[in-house]
């Protein structure tokens, strides 16, 4: 799917002008859909008339010869809401329009979609075919995500009329205490094992063949054999993994067989060439494609594709070469890429460890890592690999670091921090039931964060009160395409259900910046001061207001969840929403669902924002101050950035006034703010929060004991006290001392020397 998409939309954007565009898509759209007719409407007069275009299926004619106006038929009524509409039998709607020069007989199922850009609805595409059917969520989800696409394409035709870091063999290591980025936290000790590459794509010969059917036969075996591989794979690791987590074999699978990969290696056999080099030219080809597009998401796809192309050319070759045995007790997966595979070949119990040169925290293997509870450490960057074969290591994934044979002092301190992580476990968990309250009996609800259906057993066994923060930006990342109402209602419906009767808050899609979408590339200079959070989502009404149907549709008789609205600048931007939200409830009402309406809440996440809290607060329901981005914003840093991040700092004295400024504007309109981020998940900051008036807290699930334990060890009073003597420092070095010796003097020094 993902494939095809990005061939249709190659195709248009590399057309000469905007009519060969137009025609390239609806031929394109029609022949994959296989349906009878596709058209597209472009934009008139402000908006207000729309022209036929382009047809595959209709008279040819009829081009520029059909005009609709906003009130006019199914295509008017498409432009008018700003969403999709799929219909069974268009002739039995009252929007249906009689259009002269169309047959009766491609009159029947219609869908028809969008073309928007910037909140400006420039055209409609729709697809209509002679029989009466329904249009499958399959198919809704490929036009609606084709014609995002296509509505940039379009724009920029009517207006105009790679990189890959190579590992380089020779070089040293430079230092024993290496850094990359925290994949999955915790910390191991283990032997350093790099599996064998299981062949080099880089070196298949070219070769002719004689007898194509008999090297395709190779071929198909080869897909098979590895599709079997993959299989057994994920049933071995079931009882390791949740469901949503197993489902990334799938992927794999379902990569493994897409007929982009298929079909274009078939034909590279049928044009003459042996079944290895076929398959080495497809694969190759694919990755560069991937890697160009230069964002995390789409790198780690490219990775996926050699490693499956690996795997298959060993099959090709007859090489039967795997490792299969890694000797060390506690093994330290360590490689240029990893795969799935990879881990799937280590026995859990023996599997200490994850490091990859390559990548990041949105990789399958570290989101695997995660589930399985082992630290990981990504995006290590160029060294020596082979010199690390053997060697111990240190992983420490709670700060991206990894130490190769290191020296006794250091091993003993991780030694130390394992041991007491073990210990302060069992002794936090008897913590779990009891409540984040003050030794005065001043009680703060503490929340946690989500972000994946897998994220459900911790949340729920850490001892949170709730949800503070869902991130449904994920659901979205892991597809090929926007998902539907109905899957996004369904996850959305799981979250609510499982923490019944506490509250859920669930965030609108916040996509941009770090969180880019594989199959909607936003390409920007600096895309944290870019095309992200609700500017996308309300440039994209269609999109927006699919989500909050699912929203309202999951909350139908549980009435938990909360929506928050993510990186709110202006009023205005909430005022939109707001009208989009009622528009939602009111399509659901229509529709059957009941559609209370839930608390709605806005992020305070940039400087302009925070300034302007008193009026977002008499607007919505709740704050929530993400104070991850305000750091960043507010002090101009680059938290991943290595020459700033030191000066990236939560306890910074802006900061602190700053949420004290938003928190006095949340009392003074009556609303709670709740606060989530890092902040939150340090135990000091959380004491000194709760001291500043914070009406609740949002913390990572690992982290919600030891705030909890922070919280019990004080008095409001003190909190307070401290929170005063907080403000009135100038350093974030100040702070830190003032929040250490408070930690130190009842009791919670370990918090401070595991920091330290």
């Known amino acids: 799917m993902l494939e095809t998409l990005r061939r249709i939309v190659r195709e248009a954007t590399t057309a000469p002008d905007l009519a060969s565009a137009l025609a390239i898509a609806v031929n394109r759209i029609r022949d994959t859909m296989r349906v009878t007719a596709c058209t597209i409407y472009l934009a008139e007069r402000d908006d207000r008339e729309f022209t036929l275009m382009a047809t595959a299926g209709l008279d040819p004619a009829t081009v520029g010869q059909i005009r609709l106006n906003r009130s006019q038929g199914l295509v008017g009524l498409v432009a008018e809401r700003q969403e999709p509409l799929a219909l069974e039998d268009a002739r039995c709607h009252p929007r249906f329009h009689e259009t002269p020069g169309v047959s009766d007989d491609v009159c029947h199922a219609f869908l028809g979609v969008p073309l928007i850009r910037h909140r400006q609805t420039l055209g409609v595409l729709a697809v209509q075919d002679t029989a009466v059917r329904p249009f499958q969520s399959e198919e809704v989800d490929f036009l609606v995500t084709l014609a995002t696409w296509l509505a940039d394409t379009f724009h920029h035709a009517a207006l105009c009329g790679p990189r890959r870091d190579s590992l380089n063999p020779a070089a040293m290591l430079d230092s024993r205490d290496l850094h990359g980025l925290a994949g999955a936290r915790g ?269 459900i057993p911790a949340a729920r066994d850490c001892g949170a009160d709730g949800i503070g923060l869902y991130r449904t930006e994920f659901a979205f990342i892991v597809r090929d395409t926007f998902p539907s109402e109905a899957e996004q209602c369904e996850i959305y419906r799981q979250m609510l259900v499982a923490f019944f009767p506490k509250p859920v808050v669930i965030r609108t899609l916040d996509i941009g910046g770090d969180k880019p979408l594989p199959y909607f590339a936003i390409n920007e200079n600096n895309p944290f001061l870019g095309w992200r959070g609700m500017r996308f989502t309300l440039d994209h009404p269609e999109i927006f207001l699919t989500q909050l149907r699912a929203l309202l549709r999951a909350n139908a008789g549980l009435n938990n969840l909360r929506i928050l609205f993510p990186m709110i600048t202006t009023v205005e931007e909430v005022d939109q929403a707001l009208r989009l939200l009622d528009q939602a409830q009111r399509e659901s009402e229509e529709e059957g669902w009941p559609a209370a309406r839930p608390p709605v809440g806005v992020m305070i996440e940039v400087p302009s924002a925070a300034w302007q809290a008193a009026q977002l607060a008499r607007r919505t329901d709740f704050l929530s101050v993400g104070t991850n981005d305000l750091t960043q914003y507010l002090l101009a840093v680059d938290r991943d950035n290595a020459r700033v991040a030191g000066l990236y700092d939560n306890l910074h004295p802006a900061l602190l006034k700053t949420i004290a400024h938003i928190i006095a504007c949340g009392r003074q309109s009556g609303r709670p703010v709740n606060l989530c981020g890092e902040m939150a998940a340090d135990p000091g900051a959380a004491v000194l929060l709760m001291g500043m008036g914070v009406d609740s807290l949002s913390a990572s699930a690992i982290s919600v004991p030891r705030v909890k334990w922070a919280i019990r060890s004080f008095t409001l009073l003190e909190a307070q006290e401290l929170a005063q003597q907080a403000l009135t420092l100038d350093t974030v070095a100040q702070i830190r001392q003032l929040l250490d010796d408070a930690l130190q003097r009842v009791g919670l020094g370990e918090i401070v020397r595991r920091r330290s």
């Open 187 to 455: 910390v191991a000790i283990g032997v350093a094992t790099i599996p064998h590459l299981l062949a080099d794509l880089g070196d298949v010969p070219d070769r002719p063949t004689q007898n194509p059917a008999a090297e395709e036969a190779a071929f198909q075996t080869a897909i098979a054999a590895i599709d079997e591989e993959l299989r057994l794979a994920s049933e071995r690791l079931a009882p390791s993994l949740p469901p949503t987590e197993l489902a990334l074999f799938t992927v794999h699978r379902m990569m493994l067989h897409s007929n982009g990969l298929l079909q274009e290696t078939s034909a590279r056999i049928r044009a003459g060439s042996w079944a290895p080099a076929a398959w080495r030219d497809t694969v190759l080809s694919r990755a560069r494609l991937l890697e160009q597009a230069e964002d995390p998401y789409l790198s780690t796809r490219a990775e996926d594709i050699r490693d499956l192309g690996r795997r298959v050319l060993r099959h090709l070759r007859a090489d039967s070469a795997q490792q299969t045995d890694f000797p060390a007790e506690r093994c330290v997966l360590l490689a240029e890429e990893l795969s799935v595979a990879h881990l799937a070949a280590v026995q859990p119990e023996r599997l200490a460890a994850v490091v990859c040169l390559r990548g990041s925290a949105l990789s399958h293997v570290a989101i695997l890592a995660r589930a399985m509870g082992i630290p990981a450490v990504m995006g290590l960057g160029d060294q020596p690999i082979s010199r690390f074969e053997g060697r111990d290591i240190i992983v420490d994934g709670d700060q991206g670091r990894v130490f190769v044979d290191p020296d006794p002092a250091i091993r003993e301190e991780y030694q130390r921090r394992i041991a007491t992580e073990t210990k302060l476990a069992v002794d936090l968990d008897t913590l779990r039931d009891l409540p984040a309250e003050t030794l005065d009996g001043c009680r703060l609800p503490l929340y946690t964060k989500a972000g994946l259906l897998t994220d």
